[in-house]
């Protein structure tokens, strides 16, 4: 079995969110972030090919030169069993539980378990920012603000997290995502949660959709910039009546966010936050 590569770069707090755009848009896979005791976060990345690692070091330095990498060679069997170490399962609000399929039999009692197959950072629910959307989701379905027959646009998709855990609460509609590779891991995360058409996946961005669809609740799990950019797009996608969920940004953030949202016409949100993680909520638009 072929080594794996290993690159960590630890990011002072005030680059975190320039290190997740350069990440995303030069890294094939998805990578995993860690807080450290002195305040900073720690992305890990795993790769097998040398061109492409040594790419991202020498881009992180280039444009990031504040963030300290530092590269090495792991095992790739290794790496498999660290997976299974690392991701044990996660309660998200009072509703799901999202965990591998080997510990399938361990959801509690009375919870919705959600099925993921580990692909790095496509979205496990270890992340306060995924953790914070099922938290609002599941609230949005429980007092009623989204009924059960709802559609939903799930933009980012990832692992497909959000978008499984709308249909399982008996919502269907659709994940979008400019990452090939994040879609086949959606795919494979349906079909082991036993989800069918309700839940259709495509590689696109909000530019790919009939420019009539709207859908009753709009999940956006990305970055605080691409959401305050695609703000006028995104707002003309939540129908009449219809919820929005934005997520992915630093509590510093927020209100810039904000800002940009209510200059299309929109309220101040609920805010929910979870460690430096917040997410804004907006109920019953239109």
């Known amino acids: 079995m072929k080594d794996l590569l290993q690159i960590k770069a630890s990011s002072p707090r ?33 790769l097998e090919d040398t061109t492409t690692a040594e790419a991202i ?5 280039a444009q990031l030169p504040e963030v300290s990498v530092q590269r090495d060679t792991v095992e790739n069997q290794e790496w498999a069993l660290a997976w299974r170490e690392f991701f044990t399962p996660v309660n998200a609000g009072e509703v799901f539980t999202v965990l591998p399929p080997w510990l399938a039999d361990e959801v509690p009692d009375g919870r919705i378990p959600i099925l993921i197959e580990p692909k790095t950072a ?9 953790a914070l959307c099922l938290t609002a989701l599941a609230n949005l379905s429980s007092s009623g603000v989204v009924g059960n027959k709802g559609t939903f646009l799930d933009l980012g ?3 497909g997290i959000l978008g ?13 995502d400019i990452d090939p590779l994040a879609i086949e891991n959606a795919v494979e995360n349906k079909t082991l949660n036993k989800i069918g058409d309700e839940f259709s996946l495509s590689v696109g961005s909000l530019d790919t959709l009939d420019l009539e669809l709207t859908f009753e609740l709009v999940l956006a799990n990305i970055l605080a910039g691409p959401l305050k950019s695609m703000a006028p797009a995104l707002v003309k996608r939540v129908a009449p009546g219809g919820s ?5 940004i630093l509590n510093e953030q927020a209100d810039s966010v904000i800002e940009k949202y209510q200059a299309q016409g929109l309220p101040e949100p609920r805010r929910e936050s979870a460690g430096e993680w917040t997410a804004l909520i907006w109920e019953r638009l239109g």
Not at 32 to 39: K, L, S
Not at 164 to 176: I, K, V
Not at 244 to 248: A, D, E, N
């Open 164 to 176: 499984l855990g709308c249909c399982l609460l008996g919502l269907s509609g659709m994940g979008l």
């Open 57 to 61: 070091v020498q881009g992180l330095a």
């Open 244 to 248: 929005l969920v934005l997520s992915g």
């Open 122 to 130: 496509f979205g496990t629910g270890h992340h306060g920012t995924t």
């Open 14 to 46: 005030a680059l975190i969110d320039d290190v997740t755009l350069y990440l995303t848009e030069n890294t094939p896979h998805g990578w995993q972030e860690d807080r450290t005791p002195d305040g900073k976060v720690l992305f890990t990345i795993y």
């Open 157 to 159: 998709t990832g692992s």
